[in-house]
């Protein structure tokens, strides 16, 4: 008789970046690679943050609002990048790229 083990759809992880969230909107250093479509977000404080095109862009405080250690997963284009801002207080949004 087989065994069926139910198993959780996923991706896999690949470059991760930070972002240093503030009083002013900053944003990725690096845009999203040719193959990603997905990312992975997470933060250690409470944050705001924007999708936004390699030129440029901010985020704003009207932005999608982010809890701390809460992980969100959104699509995005090759190419783009994420900007974010503090809600409450200094910390560090985690972007991670899926494939």
Request: hydrophobic share 35%; net charge negative.
């Amino acid at each position: 008789m087989a065994v069926f083990q139910i198993k959780q759809p996923s991706s896999r992880p690949g470059t991760s970046q930070d972002i240093t969230t503030g009083a002013a909107s900053a944003t990725l250093a690096n845009p999203f690679g040719s193959e990603t479509f997905q990312v992975r977000l997470c933060t250690t404080t409470t944050c705001r943050y924007r999708v936004v095109e390699a030129a440029g862009g901010t985020a704003v405080a009207t932005d999608t609002l982010l809890h701390p250690d809460q992980l969100e997963y959104i699509t995005v284009t090759p190419g783009q990048k994420i900007a974010a801002i503090q809600e409450t207080a200094a910390g560090k949004l985690n972007v991670t790229e899926m494939s």
